[in-house]
């Protein structure tokens, strides 16, 4: 999962350097899981990135030069090391940002209900009463 975690990096960063708002990330970030999820495609091959690329303006070949270079692999590494110190230790987390700062809410699956339950605790903390 590196290479589409460094993928979604290297398109977050192209993005970053074009005018429009910083929403679009998530609608990249969605694509990639809808071809993965939902089309069963392979996101270890990298034309599996030519249409997502297509689809958000991005130009495919540049994409390709900057995946595979050097810088994209270490940001990649420096990132899984920031979100670990976050307390993220599988996926998919969810954080919340309360008075004491980040905690995690869940990690890995979670029922609907018990992720309410889980932010109703951690809204009472922030504001408390708890």
Aim: charge should be neutral.
């Amino acid at each position: 999962m590196a290479g589409a975690c460094r993928a979604f990096l290297v398109m977050r960063g192209m993005l970053k350097e074009m005018p429009g708002p910083e929403t679009r990330a998530y609608d990249v970030f969605a694509s990639i899981q809808r071809k993965f999820y939902a089309d069963g495609e392979d996101p270890t091959v990298a034309s599996f990135y030519e249409s997502v690329c297509a689809a958000h303006g991005l130009d495919f070949k540049v994409f390709l030069n900057r995946f595979d270079h050097a810088d994209a692999k270490r940001a990649t590494a420096n990132e899984f090391q920031e979100v670990r110190a976050l307390g993220v230790s599988g996926f998919p987390t969810v954080l919340f940002r309360g008075g004491a700062g980040l905690e995690v809410l869940a990690s890995g699956f979670v029922t609907g209900p018990r992720m309410v339950e889980a932010l109703a605790r951690a809204t009472q903390r922030a504001r408390g009463e708890a």
